[in-house]
């Protein structure tokens, strides 16, 4: 009798503790997902590009019932625009609200993100829009022509060596080159514009690819809110209308390797301010 006591007591106890912790996992949760450094590091033997990460988060808390809304913890200088693209089209697709909070800078690439959240929460000191591109890069014919280093051009295609760093660009090459640029920074442009829902005016401000504070980008229409993660969570809560929830912040669980490899990449990427995807072979960077 005292055995059967002892097991009805453990049972009692396991189903309550099963209680507790269903109750747990069902309750409400705004997940956190940091978007910080380049957007679209290339893949590696150690380390996955930042935007798969990214899109990996936002797609598992899509389907995660007990998450209620999403906040995007930004401080990225940009990317290239197929990856920063491919996670303003992931954002847009979520079903959930989704808030971004700018926390230091939310430039090019990166404000093409946050463009695609819900709302926009920043400092009155963060950064802010740049929305250009770049596809300078250094070209040294005039150090080979001092040393008497002659470059043998020999190509298939005219344009095969537009962006060679061992020549200079002709005239059509340029033009060339500049048409492609344009062509990007008119969709990036058209975009931020559609997700913003800014009007003829704000985009000639935006168009020169100017970075503003904080405070600038309020009076232009690119922040919604001054404040820290409080307001972002608050206006979470509005947006999924519900009164409360646990803020979980998203932590990517990486080997060892992989630490070193992104930290050799990032500590890279600090050094050039930028990261492009090619545009004529490697030797062309655009940066969105």
Same mark, same amino acid.
């Given at each position: #009798?005292? #055995?059967?006591?002892?097991?009805? &007591?453990?049972?009692?106890?396991?189903?309550?503790?099963?209680?507790?912790?269903?109750? #747990?996992?069902?309750?409400?949760?705004?997940?956190?997902?940091? +978007?910080?450094?380049?957007?679209?590091?290339?893949?590696?033997?150690? +380390?996955?590009?930042? $935007? $798969?990460?990214?899109?990996?988060?936002?797609?598992?808390?899509?389907?995660?019932?007990?998450?209620?809304?999403?906040?995007? $913890?930004?401080? %990225?200088?940009?990317?290239?625009?197929?990856? %920063?693209?491919?996670?303003?089209?992931? &954002?847009?697709?979520?079903?959930?609200?989704?808030?971004?909070? +700018?926390? /230091?800078?939310?430039?090019?690439?990166?404000?093409?993100?946050?463009?695609?959240?819900?709302?926009?929460?920043?400092?009155?000191?963060?950064?802010?829009?740049?929305?250009?591109?770049?596809?300078?890069?250094?070209?040294? %014919?005039?150090?080979?022509?001092? @040393?008497?280093?002659?470059?043998?051009?020999?190509?298939?295609?005219?344009?095969?060596?537009?962006?060679?760093?061992?020549?200079?660009?002709?005239?059509?090459?340029?033009? #060339?080159?500049?048409?492609?640029?344009?062509?990007? @920074?008119?969709?990036?442009?058209?975009?931020?514009?559609?997700?913003?829902?800014?009007?003829?005016? $704000?985009?000639?401000? &935006?168009?020169?690819?100017?970075?503003?504070?904080?405070?600038?980008?309020?009076?232009?229409?690119?922040?919604?809110?001054? /404040?820290?993660?409080?307001?972002?969570?608050? &206006?979470?809560?509005?947006?999924?209308?519900?009164?409360?929830?646990?803020?979980?912040?998203?932590?990517?669980?990486?080997?060892?390797?992989?630490?070193?490899?992104?930290?050799?990449?990032?500590? %890279?990427?600090?050094?050039?301010?930028?990261?492009?995807?090619?545009?004529?072979?490697?030797?062309?960077?655009?940066?969105?």
């Amino acid at each position: #009798m005292k #055995m059967l006591g002892f097991v009805a &007591i453990l049972f009692l106890l396991s189903s309550l503790l099963g209680l507790f912790f269903n109750n #747990m996992d069902l309750s409400n949760k705004i997940v956190v997902i940091e +978007v910080k450094g380049p957007i679209g590091i290339e893949n590696n033997l150690f +380390v996955k590009s930042s $935007e $798969e990460n990214i899109i990996d988060d936002l797609d598992e808390a899509a389907k995660d019932d007990s998450v209620k809304g999403i906040i995007l $913890e930004i401080d %990225s200088n940009g990317g290239t625009p197929v990856a %920063s693209k491919e996670v303003a089209d992931k &954002i847009k697709s979520i079903g959930k609200p989704v808030v971004a909070l +700018v926390k /230091g800078a939310a430039l090019s690439g990166a404000y093409w993100v946050a463009s695609s959240s819900d709302k926009i929460v920043a400092d009155e000191l963060s950064l802010l829009g740049s929305v250009g591109v770049r596809g300078s890069f250094l070209q040294f %014919s005039g150090f080979l022509k001092d @040393h008497d280093i002659e470059y043998e051009r020999l190509v298939a295609g005219k344009y095969k060596d537009a962006a060679s760093p061992f020549k200079g660009l002709t005239d059509d090459e340029k033009d #060339m080159l500049q048409k492609k640029l344009d062509l990007i @920074h008119d969709y990036f442009i058209e975009d931020v514009k559609a997700n913003r829902k800014l009007s003829d005016d $704000e985009v000639k401000r &935006i168009r020169t690819a100017e970075l503003f504070l904080g405070k600038e980008a309020k009076e232009l229409n690119l922040v919604d809110e001054f /404040g820290n993660i409080d307001v972002a969570k608050n &206006i979470t809560l509005q947006l999924a209308n519900i009164t409360d929830a646990k803020l979980v912040k998203k932590k990517d669980k990486i080997s060892f390797l992989e630490y070193l490899g992104k930290y050799s990449l990032e500590a %890279s990427y600090s050094l050039g301010k930028g990261i492009g995807s090619s545009l004529i072979q490697s030797d062309i960077k655009i940066e969105s």
